[in-house]
């Protein structure tokens, strides 16, 4: 079975840190872009940032600068490092492929930023 496993969040004060983690399971993702979506109550999903396979980043102008994604191969682990958090980014964090395929679409982890 193929899955995507978010981890990493928690409730942290404005101006804090967190570092989530996606780590893959059934296959490897190696070879293919990762991207970091999130989604606030009653809000769309929006794109957060993502990694190609060869390592180039691309982010939101949101978390620009505040946000650094990651990835190690050998883990098949995407890493999503979060600073200078603001109460807006408080939202469910999922990871997925790019494009994003329904499937792979796991429980997000929940990021709560307290003002």
């Known amino acids: 079975q193929v899955q995507l496993v978010d981890s990493g969040g928690g409730l942290v004060q404005a101006g804090g840190s967190l570092r989530l983690s996606c780590a893959a399971s059934g296959r490897t993702f190696n070879n293919i872009a990762m991207a970091w979506f999130r989604q606030a109550p009653g809000k769309e999903r929006e794109f957060v940032t993502a990694?190609?396979?060869?390592?180039?980043?691309y982010y939101a102008d949101s978390v620009k600068g505040r946000f650094t994604i990651s990835r190690d191969n050998a883990k098949d682990t995407v890493y999503l490092q979060m600073y200078s958090l603001k109460p807006e980014d408080t939202a469910v964090y999922l990871c997925n492929t790019v494009p994003p395929r329904i499937p792979y679409w796991g429980q997000g982890t929940q990021v709560t930023v307290s003002s």
């Open positions: 990694i190609s396979w060869s390592g180039a980043t």
